[in-house]
């Protein structure tokens, strides 16, 4: 496949590119600032690009002739501008994302979305209605970032209503480290990963969860949590939900460590 990743210059956008050349794909690489040298890019197999996303014109052209499109671009948290500018940003990008895919007859889709698509880490207070969460828990998101990530799967949806043939993914992913790479904060911060629940998306498995997306056909619109099995806490599950969040009840099995995410609908579409 001809694959464009917006974001390519970041650290998923770059784990997505590798992984996409290790397996044979041509990449459109796309992002903000030059994407390597681009001489020696094209000899590799990929074709970088700069361009704003929030240009529609500039998109689109960047995107003809590819078969797939992940969408990794955007502000990744509140604090990277000032909030309208975070918003309007993510939003508008991940609208163009859509309409270009539409113009240019792709018809593979992956969306980066976050697990605070229904409010958590930038909540004053997030509101929880049950664990493990899964995709029909309500957003209660309050800030500019969150709400440009549900945003962006609304807007999904209602391409995927009005394109029948179309396969998007809205993958939900957590703080793209690894287990190791968190848990020597704690001492610092006895109450950290409160508010997001613990939860991780170790970034090998984020690329391959983004790059299975748009080698399968969903049928649709899709949103799916891409969140690691385990927590990252050394207590037991049952102990944070005891302690942090005592008067949320327990749908599924949260023995041992297990994530408070339910992840079962990507292993199942895109394994």
């Known amino acids: 496949m001809n694959i464009v990743v917006t974001g390519a210059s970041g650290r998923l956008g770059r784990a997505v590119l590798e992984l996409a050349l290790a397996e044979g794909h041509q990449v459109t690489a796309i992002d903000r600032a030059p994407v390597g ?60 994302a859509l309409a270009v895919a539409e ?7 992956c969306l980066a979305s976050s697990v605070n698509a229904i409010g958590g880490v930038y909540s004053r207070q997030p509101r929880y209605d049950y664990f493990p969460v899964d995709e029909a828990h309500p957003s209660y998101a309050e800030d500019g970032y969150s709400m440009s990530k549900w945003a962006a799967e609304q807007q999904a949806a209602a391409f995927a209503r009005r394109l029948p043939g179309l396969s998007v993914a809205c993958l939900r992913l957590h703080e793209l480290r690894d287990r190791e790479h968190i848990t020597p904060r704690l001492p ?84």
């Open 103 to 109: 113009a240019a007859g792709i018809a593979r889709i």
């Open 37 to 96: 040298a681009p001489g020696a890019a094209d000899r590799n197999g990929v074709r970088s690009r700069t361009v704003d996303l929030t240009d529609y014109a500039q998109f689109l052209d960047a995107a003809e002739g590819a078969d797939a499109l992940i969408h990794l671009a955007a502000y990744t948290s509140p604090a990277g501008a000032p909030e309208p500018v975070v918003h309007n940003n993510n939003v508008v990008a991940s609208y163009n």
């Open 188 to 271: 610092q911060h006895p109450d950290a990963g409160r508010k997001d629940l613990w939860g991780y998306t170790p970034m090998p498995a984020a690329a391959r969860a983004c790059l299975n997306a748009v080698s399968r056909d969903l049928g649709g619109c899709e949103v799916c949590y891409v969140v690691a099995s385990d927590t990252w806490r050394p207590e037991t599950s049952l102990e944070l939900r005891d302690r942090y969040y005592p008067d949320v009840p327990v749908r599924r099995d949260l023995s041992g460590h297990r994530s408070f995410f339910d992840s079962s609908k990507a292993a199942k579409l895109l394994r």
